[in-house]
C-alpha cells in the first residue's frame, strides 16, 4: 500500500506524466483520478490558452481541493464527481466527443491514506471504512464482519496476493466483530507474526479489502476501452499504477489493442516498452512513488 509522502499531494511522476501526455493549446484531456490537481495544474499550464481538462474523482472531499488549486483556469477547467469507469458518459456530459488525453492515476490518494477517518491505513485507528465514494453503501467493516470465511480468504488471495490469506481469514472470522483498522491489523499480525519481510503483514490484506470495497480492477477494465474510443488520431492514453495487479491489466490491454491482425487493425501504439519508473530522487523525497510504473500508449490513424 502506498505511504504517505511529506508533500500531501505531490503528484507522482509528474514530469513523466507531462512528457507522455503532450498536452498542447486547443486540446481536450480527461484527468480520470483529479486529486488535489497536481497533474491537472501541470496540464492546463502546458496546454495554455486554450486547452481545456476535464478532472474526475469518486471521492467528494478532493473535488474542492482540486477546485481551490485550478480555480485560476476558469472556463478551461471542468469538473465531476464520478468514477472513471462512467468515462464516456462524463465526457458527453460536458460536451465532449472526442479527447486528446486520458491520465488515470490509479489506487490511494496520500490525502486519502493519511485521514484516519478514512480507515484505509493501520498506522493509525479509524473505522473499518475503505470507501473512495462515502456515499456508496459497501465498506470494508461489512467485508471483514459478513464474509464467509472461504470468500474472505479468496478474497484476501486474489486481490492481496498473499500466501497466508486462509490463515489470515481464519484469524479474522474467529476474533469478529472487527470495527477498526488496527484491531484488524493487529489480528493479521498475531496471525502470521511468525513471517518476515519489510512491509506489515497486513498490508496485503488492506490492499484486497480496498480494491473490493471500491470494485478498482472492474472500474479500470471498464475504463480502459472507453478511453481508447474517446482518444482522436494521435491523442495519448497514460496510467500510473501502483500494485501488479492494475499494471498487469493496463499492460495486457495496450499489447493486445497495438497488436494487428486480418480481423482488426492496430489501434494503439506504445510509447515505451517497459513501464516508467521514479528516479531515486523522486522516491526518496516522495515514499508514495516508490511502486508507482507508468504505461502510456497513442491513438493510431484509423486506416
Not at 125 to 136: A, I, N, S, T, V
Not at 210 to 234: F, H, S, Y
Not at 268 to 292: D, Y
Amino acid at each position: 500500500m502506498d505511504r504517505p509522502s511529506s508533500e500531501p499531494h505531490t503528484p507522482v511522476l509528474y514530469q513523466q506524466v507531462l512528457s507522455a501526455l503532450d498536452p498542447q493549446p486547443g486540446g481536450r484531456i480527461i484527468d480520470g483520478t483529479v486529486g488535489a490537481g497536481g497533474h491537472a495544474e501541470g496540464i492546463l499550464e502546458r496546454s495554455a490558452p486554450s486547452g481545456q481538462l476535464l478532472g474526475l474523482d469518486r471521492d467528494p472531499v478532493a473535488l474542492p481541493l482540486a477546485m481551490q488549486r485550478l480555480e485560476r483556469f476558469g472556463p478551461r477547467l471542468h469538473l465531476r464527481q464520478g468514477s472513471f469507469r462512467e468515462l464516456s458518459a462524463h465526457a458527453a456530459a460536458v460536451g465532449w466527443q472526442a479527447v486528446d488525453g486520458v491520465l488515470l492515476d490509479l489506487g490511494l490518494s496520500s490525502m486519502q491514506l493519511a485521514d484516519p477517518a478514512r480507515g484505509f491505513s493501520f498506522q493509525a485507528e479509524g473505522r473499518l471504512d475503505m470507501r473512495f465514494d462515502p456515499g456508496q453503501e459497501l465498506d470494508a467493516a461489512e467485508l471483514v464482519n459478513r464474509l464467509p470465511e472461504s470468500e474472505l480468504a479468496s478474497l484476501i488471495a486474489r486481490y492481496g496476493e498473499d500466501r497466508e490469506a486462509r490463515r489470515i481469514a481464519r484469524a479474522i472470522v474467529a476474533a469478529r466483530p472487527l470495527q477498526t483498522t488496527t484491531q484488524l491489523a493487529q489480528v493479521i499480525a498475531r496471525a502470521v507474526r511468525s513471517r518476515g519481510g519489510r512491509i506489515h503483514p497486513a498490508t496485503r490484506t488492506f490492499q484486497a479489502l480496498r480494491i473490493e470495497v471500491n470494485e478498482e480492477l472492474t472500474a479500470l477494465d471498464e475504463a480502459l476501452p472507453q478511453a481508447m474510443d474517446l482518444l482522436r488520431p494521435g491523442g495519448r492514453l497514460v496510467v500510473i499504477a501502483f500494485h501488479s495487479l492494475e499494471d498487469r491489466l493496463v499492460k495486457r490491454f495496450c499489447r493486445e489493442a497495438s497488436r494487428s491482425s486480418e480481423e482488426r487493425p492496430a489501434r494503439l501504439r506504445l510509447i515505451h516498452r517497459k513501464p516508467v519508473r521514479p528516479e531515486p530522487e523522486e522516491v526518496n523525497q516522495n515514499p508514495r512513488a516508490r511502486s508507482a510504473r507508468l504505461r502510456a500508449a497513442e491513438k493510431i490513424e484509423a486506416a
